[in-house]
Structures are given as C-alpha cells and as structure tokens.
C-alpha cells in the first residue's frame, strides 16, 4: 500500500470514495457533482488530493484546495478524506492524514481546516487523537448558486 500524490487517472476512483461518503453520510441524493466536474475543476488546478492505493487500486484519498484566513493566512481545507470501509482501522486513513498534513507544511500554511458532522464518532475520535479542535461555536452558511 502506498501513499501517494493523486493524478488525473484517478479522479474516477476519487469520484466514487466521494460518494461512498455521502452514502455513510446519508446525503447520496446531495452529491451532484459530476465526474466531469472534477475533471474540469482538477484541469484548472481547482483542488488537489493524496491517494492510498493498493495493489494499483485507489482505497482511500484526501482531497483538499488552499484557502486563506484572514486572522492567520494561509490555510489548506481539507474537502473530504475517506478510506473504503474493508480497509478502515488500518493506519490508512493516518497516513492519509499525515500526507495531508506535510503537504499543508510544504505549502507554509498556519492552518488546516475541515468539518465533521457530530455524529460521526469515529471521525471525530480520529481527528482528537491527532491535537485537533473541534469547534462548536461557528455555524456554517452556505447558498446554492445552481
């Protein structure tokens, strides 16, 4: 199993660990994102992702953009990070994280930022053991624009 950064080839495999996600996350029918899109979006150099693969094939990815904060500076979001249930409590979904995190020093970012539903207990575990702060004062707000 290796770690490794994410190309063009996998952006199929990529797409299909998103909506596995949204699947555990019972939120499928929210998933409109199209392969294309990311194809597209992946061409404009809109996000990037660090993949685990196995035997050739992809298991797990951390797909991520640069941000900015304006109470810290540069900041990598980290989008979704996701390993297929089968080879869950592995170290794979740590090593993903640690890419994750030597990418955002390579860049000079301050901070790294992502959310986690509350519910998501295995994740929110994860993400404690690793020195993170969950927040509960900010709420999100987003609008649809199509």
């Excluded at 740590?94 to 992502?114: G, N, T």
Aim: proline content about 1%.
């Amino acid at each position: 199993m290796i770690i490794r950064a994410a190309e063009y080839d996998d952006l199929s495999s990529i797409h299909g660990l998103v909506r596995e996600l949204a699947i555990y996350e019972k939120e499928e029918a929210a998933f409109t994102a199209t392969l294309e899109d990311y194809q597209n979006d992946w061409e404009k150099g809109i996000f990037d992702a660090i993949v685990a693969e196995d035997k050739g094939r992809v298991i797990g990815m951390a797909l991520y953009y640069l941000t900015y904060s304006t109470w810290k500076g540069r900041m990598l979001y980290l989008e979704d990070f996701v390993v297929l249930e089968r080879y869950r409590q592995r170290g794979i979904g740590q090593r993903l994280f640690d890419a994750f995190i030597e990418k955002a020093h390579a860049l000079e970012c301050r901070m790294v930022k992502w959310q986690v539903l509350d519910w998501n207990e295995p994740a929110l575990k994860f993400y404690r053991k690793n020195g993170a702060i969950i927040e509960k004062g900010w709420w999100n707000g987003k609008m649809f624009l199509r």
